[in-house]
């Protein structure tokens, strides 16, 4: 019965994450790309913090701790949120949702390749299958190699960064709280956002005036709901259920954002991009070793029994 209310939880968090790319899609569009994500993580640092200072788990990092803040910080905030504001305002919400679903399967990647996680053949079928799905989401609008934007390959940076930041992550959290060092990082790199945004868009704070109360909305449900509580309750999920259950759930986010994507912008959701989301749920979920897991899982579970 409690893994049934974490199940409901994660789920809804997804249904969050998916509708939050519609949001940064619709603020990018209104306001200077690199200012308005500095300014939204930095809400949502705040807002961690301000929960974690009414839990009372808030300590002074130790030397080692602020190496990985940083490098986290860099990857996970600065380069991930960059990236991805830039690529958004680029591409379609649909290549973006699809992109951003090849997390997980990038992540086993990082894995492999820095932390000595064994390749098997589930994951090398994984990894192919997200290959194929990334193609088809990126070429499969009928323009051929034409039809690559700009905008797909910031994401595809923006996710790879991310990625690449979880095995800091992994690291850091053997001796700080993940709920803590999340908010070290938002705050340290959307400091660092906000200064690249002040060389590239000069004209970026002045243009934040504006009284639409719709668009504000928008911002604080991204930065309070989607980012800041959407990824305390999502490590929480994993302290509870295991990264390899709380892994498959990411498949609803990419879809969740197909559907955001349809409903909010507009945009058309074609057989193409159908086929490429089959391919990268099936390459998460044999790539990040979800299925590997779970199957040894079933079976230490029928030899107790």
């Known amino acids: 019965m409690k893994n049934l209310s974490i199940y409901a939880i994660l789920i809804g968090i997804m249904f969050i994450w998916g509708m939050n790319v519609t949001a940064i899609k619709t603020l990018v569009q209104y306001f200077p790309t690199i200012t308005i994500q500095s300014a939204r993580v930095f809400t949502a640092g705040l807002v961690v913090f301000a929960i974690l200072a009414m839990m009372k788990k808030i300590r002074k990092p130790t030397k080692k701790e602020y190496v990985y803040i940083i490098l986290g910080g860099l990857l996970n905030v600065t380069t991930h949120h960059l990236f991805l504001g830039v690529g958004l305002s680029k591409t379609s919400g649909v290549n ?4 951003l679903g090849m997390g ?15 390749l ?3 994951r090398t079928i994984g990894f192919i299958s997200g290959g194929i799905g990334i193609t088809l989401t990126v070429l499969g609008g009928g323009n051929g190699l034409s039809g690559i934007s700009l905008g797909d390959l910031a994401i595809f940076l923006s996710i790879t960064a991310q990625a690449a930041s979880f095995i800091i992550i992994s690291k850091a959290a053997k001796t700080m709280d993940p709920r803590l060092l999340t908010g070290y990082m938002l705050i340290f790199g959307s400091v660092v956002l906000f200064f690249i945004g002040l060389i590239i868009e ?6 934040l005036a504006n009284d639409s109360l719709s668009l504000w909305l928008v911002f604080l449900g991204s930065a309070v709901i989607a980012t800041a509580f959407g990824h305390m309750l999502y490590n929480h999920a994993v302290g509870v259920v295991g990264p390899a259950e709380t892994s498959i759930f990411l498949n609803l986010n990419t879809f969740f954002s197909l559907i955001g994507a349809s409903i909010f912008l507009g945009e058309e959701i074609t057989s193409f991009h159908l086929l490429g989301l089959v391919f990268i749920v099936i390459g998460v979920l044999f790539g990040s070793g979800a299925i590997e897991e779970l199957l040894l899982k079933r079976k230490a ?4 029994a």
């Open 202 to 207: 000069p004209e970026g704070l002045g243009s």
């Open 104 to 118: 997980p399967l990038l992540t086993a990647l990082m894995a492999i390749l820095f932390l000595g996680t064994r």
């Open 96 to 99: 973006g949702g699809l992109i």
């Open 301 to 304: 579970t029928r030899k107790v």
């Open 120 to 122: 098997t053949l589930a």
